[in-house]
């Protein structure tokens, strides 16, 4: 066996074995639990990074555990998996140091974030659609009684709201992948949940019953992205969450629907006419976004419809169909992984510290808590895509690829950055470096939470400017 | 030696200054570094247009690179920058006060200082853009130094509002200029063969241009940003960022020209300068008036550059750096001496220290361009390139640059009523802010002789003298001068009101025209939000239909055993009408 | 010989269970009966699992014909079988009369799943049934309304039934369980499906014949309600593979259609009007009836795969139902019954919140548990035979199922403190037996796959 496959192995049981442990511990060792193991899960998401770029493409021995439907469990390491497994581990490990649910609630909160690592490690890992998509619901749940039971506000009815959703999502994309199965070509009787198989065999599909996977898939992907029209979970679901909540349904949730949607593109050639469509609907969300972004009050939810936005520009980078313009799509996922795991931090800082997220009752953050704001605006740089941030070359790939596919219409989106820019700074100029008294009391926040800042801006600046690191391993993804 | 090796000491004592915080060291670690970065900038000068690169990442079979050149112009903004950043550093070291806000303020200025001098060596787009954009965002971060007091969160935000605007133009520029040439090398896009991208890319890089630069209709910014504090203002706001356009058009002039948009610089030019000279005349912020000067001296540049008169526009690029960081320095000076007041009716008695006075007023007379300062050099080879017509506007331009210029001069120095308590405020103005003034003086005195050097470093046809155009100026700024005099010098208090000056005075109504757009937008705004509204209204109604379809199923389960059998008995009918 | 006597052993073992109902009556030693009557259960199940490990050869002992369709469901019986004893030893206080009658049942069941002609299939059927309206009769608030219903409309669903039999033997001249040459029913195919399908719907309670399902779940105690839908519903689709996919196995397209039918609006029915209900028993009546509408698709589909996939949806709903049962019942006897009053539960029994939860989530289809894995198998086997339609229907019903789970899960998750909850030791084992079928088997469904294909190659 290669390091990579012990890597592999081990980096997905990594999170259920902290989950196990977590369970058995008491109460108060399970922040301790929760960090170490997602620590040890950056760790190892590094060294596969690392350990691919030297080995290349690698996957585990399957497992064949229902051999009657050739259903079995694969861990496959391959530039988008790789990428998006840094990208989720980096989440994970500054939502465990960051979070800031109290009491009671410790344990479960750490379980129910594991449990989100187990599903997502499997999910960006797993060989077969099968898997992903049992990782995928997994996750929702996970993510569901984060909202719903360690949420804030109206929690219940946003935890409910995203679960029907999510789950719409899970039963059109249930019923794609099993028609994805039975339409492709079988070997010697047997079909197979394979992706690479399926990537390099879907395209003997007809015509007819590929258009009608794609709908299914795409509208599935839409919700989960989340893209217009289907993005009303969205906005309450990273409302009310908690803090480790919202950097995760954000930063890692998200990336559920967009790697899907890669995958989408990248397995049905019937995906190719309709790239200009969907490009044309990536535009229109992007800018609904940020619309609707430039309205709202609620901290979170401002940054909920910005990360909806940028969403918009990824989905624009898939639909490109380009060699560039994917990449640019895959270190756009990274990129705003972290980017808005960060901004969501802040969000939580605030509110932890002011107990409050209305910016029209917000008034000069920035001088009694400095750290959350100075980060506010590394966010906003990665937001906007400020070279030396990741988001810088996430949106130069992009277009490269857009404009290439679709001309000067594939640049338009990048217009709605400059709103996004422009509001961002407004809310700064009204809330967090706004004129007037400052507020009696400083405050400081903890060092781990200062830690996770760390975390996360560090590695917005580290992948920005250090980018070949990641494009070393994206530059082996051959498949157009 | 790689060229970026200058930014490594101001990078270095940035992140110290950060670490170190509030010792009064800070400043003279800051200082210190940006000498010797200075001083590593002359021994550039040796390495003259050497063009190295390394990879900064690979995309499919493409490699994109971080380069560097030291070609002249490079060599002339880099020296600029540095020169002048280290007199700015040892301005701010008297200048800010407060130990809290030391480690802060020399961290982001050192941080821009970095990245300009990066801008100034950078050979290729993505090196340049790097740099641009950690121009707009340590301008943010230092216009809104003092973040709590009141118009200052405002401007900030003015100021990178705008700059996002050109920062965007310029990346779909660079995404176009790339899809065309699979470069970003700027000489290899300046040997290309013209084709219509250039045309698009150019006229994108123009609104990034002119966004950085503040050139009409995006101009407002520059005077807003006057809330910063004042080295702020001597550095990135007159004499170093707000050029990186001007220096950017000069690097590309000739695809410029290629592109035809020779006459939108000329066009864009004649606006800024008219509107930046007769807003300089009404303006009463101290630093207002110098802000819209700079403003005007920007659109001379660019009207000298959309006549490809690239030497004349470098010329007044380097002695405007002079004398308005001079002037800026001076500003600074006298506020200190009335109480941080930015009203210049409130300020008096400059003429009480006599170093200050003199460096001001070298400053001013070379910004009014009178022979022989510097100042006069640069006015006179931008208008002896122009054409005709437009050389009759710069003309009466010069007027009104003299009047307003003396006229800030004027008002500064009139006595108060106690001129005693003036005299000791002004002999408080510490050396470490003096001092620097001076030197930049010195260097508004000596830098006239560039007009005939300049060219031939930078390997430019030489600038021509002629007595007729150099007697016409000086007949121009001495009417000014005089406007200033009778007006200001005699009766200072007596302020001409008419119509004109309240349209000078509200800047033809570009502030209102911004926020009318900003209020579309969020007008668009709300509409979008409404419409979220309602289609999160659609989505919960659709839910709310299954259980109203379950409320009305509901009543068949009455209870009633009667009932169930004869569904029971329809179920049986129903089925044989469908199958049987 | 021997092997004969084991054949035996199935149908000994549930007669014991009479005879310890009947000893009961006299001694009243209700809990070594209790314990007696849950080992022969237990046996039962571990005699399936002999049986479909070392028998796999079909065994015919006059009226039995055992083959691994019977065994798979004595494993599964049994076990159902047996958690239903456990509840009913915790919650009635009269349970001599429940060994006796359960006695009865496993009896008929038996003689269900290894029946060999028509006849002893209607006559076990009646054996169950009329089993059962005592058993509802003996607990529950409106038991003698419950009790009536039910009698009332079996009783039509008998005389039907009798009557398919009746048309069934003018074509073809036997009552044997076997498979039918084709052509023997020309004419009256359709109808004769039709009768039986009504008459199998009833006890399956398929939509519109399952109209007394809330009523009679509600109206009895929890424990029998647990064996309406654990046990009898289930036998009544053990008829319909006999009936239909043994005997009428000729004639899969002629009935095909009537069962997408049947399928189709029982999932609409069970799921759409779940939605609306208070009350936490009869939300499960409706979504057991939706489940029925889910197994039926298996029908529909009609090839091996689907029927495999059916059994495997009975196997797993069994579990899964009477898991939920045994938790309404502990809450039930603490007199927490609506949605409102579930508020707070995971605060006062993390226990029975995560557990209901789990079952719950299993019920929605959600991986990896089990009810998900039935869901894969059922609408993967339309999806592979070309019946599109009937998979694009169970998933909308899929997710207008989650509604109602999650709003329960809502309520149980909010934060209100209130008296902790104790469950007792034998809730707790039923809880375990069934949350072992719902999460370990849900994660390894292989083996309950394996003997499902199995069972239905013996159809």
Not at chain 1, 276 to 292: D, M
Not at chain 2, 178 to 196: D, K, M, Q
Not at chain 3, 65 to 77: D, G, K
Not at chain 3, 398 to 427: C, D, P, Q, V
Request: charged share 10%; aromatic share 14%.
């Amino acid at each position: 066996m290669q390091v990579i496959q012990a890597l592999l192995i081990l980096a997905f049981a990594a999170p259920a074995v902290g989950l196990m442990a977590t369970l058995a511990l008491g109460q108060r060792r399970s922040k301790g639990t929760g960090i170490a193991s997602t620590a040890v899960s950056l760790v190892l998401s590094i060294l596969i990074l690392s350990s691919f770029l030297s080995s290349g493409k690698a996957a585990t021995e399957g497992i064949t555990y229902i051999p009657q439907l050739n259903i079995g469990f694969s861990l496959y390491a391959y530039p988008i998996s790789v990428v998006l497994l840094l990208m989720s581990s980096i989440v994970f490990f500054a939502a465990a140091a960051g979070g800031n649910v109290k009491g009671i609630k410790y344990k479960g909160s750490v379980s129910l974030l594991l449990l989100f690592q187990v599903a997502a490690t499997g999910l960006f890992l797993s060989g077969n659609l099968l898997m992903y998509f049992i990782f995928w619901d997994i996750g929702v749940i996970a993510a569901y009684f984060m909202i719903s039971a360690l949420g804030t506000g109206g929690r219940r009815r946003s935890g409910m709201k995203f679960l029907i959703y999510s789950f719409a999502a899970s039963v059109l994309l249930l019923l794609g992948i099993i028609m994805l199965y039975y339409y492709s070509p079988a070997v010697s009787g047997l079909h197979s949940f394979s992706i690479p198989y399926l990537i390099a065999n879907a395209s003997s599909i007809p015509d007819g019953i590929q258009t009608a996977i794609f709908a299914l898939l795409f509208v599935a992907f839409m919700i989960k992205m989340p893209v217009f029209p289907l993005h009303s979970w969205m906005a309450d679901a990273y409302a009310d969450a908690p803090t480790e909540g919202s950097m995760l349904v954000s930063g890692v949730l998200s990336k559920f629907g967009a790697y899907g949607m890669l995958l989408l593109f990248l397995m049905l050639p019937i995906a190719k006419n309709y790239s200009q469509y969907v490009f044309a609907l990536a535009a229109v969300s992007t800018f609904y976004a940020v619309f609707v972004a430039m309205r709202q009050t609620d901290l979170k939810k401002v940054l909920a419809y910005t990360s909806m936005a940028e969403m918009g520009i990824i989905l624009a980078g898939i639909a490109s169909l380009d060699q560039i313009g994917i990449s640019g799509a895959i270190f756009g996922m990274l990129a705003h992984g972290v980017t808005i795991a960060l901004a969501f931090l802040v969000a939580g800082s605030v509110e932890m510290m002011f107990g409050e997220r209305n910016l029209a009752l917000l008034k000069g953050i920035g001088r009694s808590a400095q750290v959350p704001s100075y980060m506010f605006i590394i966010a906003i740089l990665g937001i906007t895509g400020m070279p030396l941030t990741a988001g810088f070359i996430a949106d130069l790939l992009i277009f490269i690829g857009a404009f290439g596919a679709f001309g000067l219409y594939g640049l338009i989106p990048l217009a709605a950055i400059i709103l996004m820019g422009s509001y961002l700074y407004f809310f700064v100029e009204k809330s967090f470096f706004s004129h007037g008294p400052s507020s009696p009391h400083e405050f400081s926040i903890g060092a781990l939470q200062k830690f996770s800042y760390a975390l996360l801006a560090g590695s917005v600046f580290i992948i920005g400017s250090l980018p070949f690191l990641i494009l070393n391993a994206i530059n082996l993804l051959k498949v157009l | 030696m790689l060229p970026v090796i200058v930014l490594v000491p101001v990078i270095i004592a940035a992140f110290l200054a950060l670490a170190t915080g509030s010792r009064k060291l800070t400043g003279y670690v800051a200082t210190l570094a940006a000498a010797v970065s200075f001083v590593l900038s002359i021994l550039l000068l040796y390495n003259r247009s050497v063009h190295s690169e390394v990879a900064w990442f690979s995309i499919g079979s493409y490699a994109v690179h971080l380069s560097f050149v030291t070609a002249p112009l490079n060599m002339l903004l880099l020296l600029i920058v540095s020169g002048i950043g280290t007199l700015i550093c040892w301005y701010s070291v008297g200048y800010i006060e407060t130990p809290s806000q030391r480690g802060r303020f020399f961290f982001e200025l050192l941080i821009f200082m970095a990245a300009m001098m990066l801008f100034a060596i950078s050979a290729n787009f993505v090196t340049m853009f790097i740099g641009w954009e950690l121009l707009g965002i340590t301008s943010y971060l230092l216009i809104g130094f003092w973040h709590w007091k009141e118009k200052v969160p405002r401007a900030a935000r003015k100021a990178i509002t705008t700059i996002i605007i050109g920062d965007i133009a310029i990346l779909m520029a660079m995404i176009i200029l790339w899809s065309s040439y699979h470069t970003f090398n700027f000489s290899s896009i300046l040997s290309a063969p013209y084709s219509s991208a250039i045309t698009v890319s150019m006229s994108l890089v123009l609104i990034g241009v002119f966004t950085k630069s503040a050139q009409f209709p995006f101009h407002e910014w520059l005077a807003d940003a006057m809330e910063g504090p004042t080295p702020v203002s001597a550095f990135l706001h007159s004499s170093t960022m707000v050029k990186a356009g001007v220096f950017l058009v000069a690097v590309l002039l000739p695809l410029f020209i290629k592109a035809g948009l020779g006459p939108v610089l000329i066009a864009v030019g004649v606006v800024t300068v008219v509107l930046g000279a007769s807003n300089a005349l009404t303006e009463h912020h101290i630093k207002r008036i110098l802000a819209y000067s700079t403003i005007e001296d920007l659109g001379l540049m660019f009207i000298a550059l959309g006549f490809n008169a690239l030497a004349a526009a470098m010329l007044l690029f380097l002695v405007q750096a002079f004398y308005k960081a001079a002037i800026f320095m001076g500003a600074g000076s006298i506020m200190r001496a009335n109480d941080e007041d930015t009203e210049i009716f409130n300020s008096y008695g400059s003429g009480a220290n006599r170093m200050l006075f003199v460096s001001n007023a070298i400053a001013a007379v070379s910004l009014a361009g009178i022979f022989p300062l510097s100042g006069f050099f640069g006015k006179f080879a931008v208008e002896s390139a122009v054409s005709i017509p437009i050389y009759i506007i710069l003309l009466v331009i010069d007027v009104a640059s003299s009047a307003y210029i003396f006229r800030w001069l004027f008002i500064t120095m009139r006595q108060p009523e106690h001129s005693s308590l003036s005299k000791a405020r002004y002999s408080h103005i510490p050396m470490s802010m003096l001092a620097p003034q001076a030197i930049l003086a010195a260097a508004v005195v000596a830098g006239g002789y560039a007009f005939f050097v300049l060219p031939g470093y930078t390997g430019l046809p030489s600038l021509s003298f002629n007595v007729i155009g150099a007697i016409l100026e000086t007949i121009m700024v001495a009417a000014g001068f005089a406007a200033a005099y009778i007006i200001y010098r005699k009766n200072p208090d007596r302020i001409p009101y008419t119509r004109l000056h309240k349209l000078a005075f509200n800047n033809p109504y570009v502030n209102s025209a911004y926020s009318a757009i900003a209020k579309s937008f969020y007008a668009v705004g709300y509409a979008v939000s409404g419409l979220n509204t309602l289609i999160d209204d659609i989505f919960e109604d659709a839910g709310d239909a299954f259980k109203y379809f379950g409320s009305a199923g509901r009543r068949i389960e009455s209870g009633q055993i009667g009932l169930y059998a004869l569904v029971f008995a329809l179920g049986i009918i129903a089925l044989f009408i469908i199958f049987g | 010989m021997v092997l004969q006597i084991y054949g035996l052993l199935p149908l000994a073992t549930a007669a014991a269970v009479v005879l310890v109902g009947l000893a009961d009556l006299f001694y009243r030693n209700d809990k070594a009966a209790a314990y007696a009557v849950g080992t022969l259960f237990a046996a039962l199940s571990i005699e399936g699992i002999f049986f479909l490990e070392f028998a796999a050869s079909p065994l015919r002992l006059g009226i039995l014909y055992i083959t691994p369709f019977t065994s798979f469901f004595m494993v599964l019986f049994g076990a159902a079988l047996l958690m239903v004893t456990m509840l009913s030893s915790s919650h009635s206080d009269k349970f001599s009369r429940f060994a006796l009658l359960s006695g009865f049942v496993s009896v008929g069941i038996i003689l269900v799943i290894s029946g060999t002609s028509l006849i002893e299939l209607i006559l076990a059927l009646e054996l169950i049934s009329i089993s059962t309206s005592f058993l509802i009769l003996s607990g529950g608030k409106k038991r003698v309304e419950a009790a009536t219903k039910f009698f009332i409309l079996g009783g039509l669903s008998v005389s039907i039934f009798t009557f398919a039999m009746a048309l069934l033997f003018q074509g073809n001249p036997s009552l044997s369980i076997a498979p039918m040459q084709p052509g023997l029913l020309t004419g009256i195919a359709v109808l004769v499906s039709i009768l039986f399908a009504v008459a199998l719907s009833f006890e399956a309670s398929l939509f519109p014949f399952n109209l007394w399902v809330p009523d009679v779940y509600e109206g009895s105690s929890t424990d029998v309600t647990a064996l309406l839908a654990g046990v009898n519903k289930k036998v009544a689709f053990v008829v319909i593979f006999e009936v239909f996919f043994v005997m009428l196995s000729a004639y899969r397209s002629e009935f095909s259609g009537i069962f997408a039918l049947l399928s189709i609006i029982t999932m609409f029915f069970g799921n759409i009007i779940a939605l609306v209900q208070d009350n936490v028993k009869r939300m499960f009546a409706y979504s057991a009836i939706s489940q029925a509408g889910y197994i039926t698709i298996g029908l529909a589909v009609g090839t091996a795969f689907g029927l495999e996939s059916s059994m495997f949806q009975i196997f797993a709903h069994t579990f899964m139902i009477i898991g939920a049962f045994a938790i309404v019942a502990m809450l039930e006897s603490k007199n927490i019954k609506t949605y409102r009053e579930y508020s707070g539960l995971f605060y006062r029994s993390k226990f029975a919140a995560i557990s209901l939860s789990l079952i719950m989530l299993s019920m929605a289809g959600i991986p990896p548990l089990i009810g998900f894995d039935g869901k894969l198998f059922l609408f993967s086997s339309a999806v592979s035979s070309g019946m599109v339609y009937l998979a694009v229907i169970g998933i909308i019903n899929s997710l207008i199922s989650i509604y109602y789970y999650i709003r329960l899960m809502g309520f149980m998750f909010t934060e209100k403190e209130g008296r902790k909850l104790n469950a007792s030791r034998t809730t707790i084992a039923v809880v375990i037996i069934s949350l072992f079928a719902v999460v370990v088997l849900g994660i390894y469904p292989t083996p309950v796959l394996h003997y499902a294909a199995l069972a239905s190659s013996f159809l």
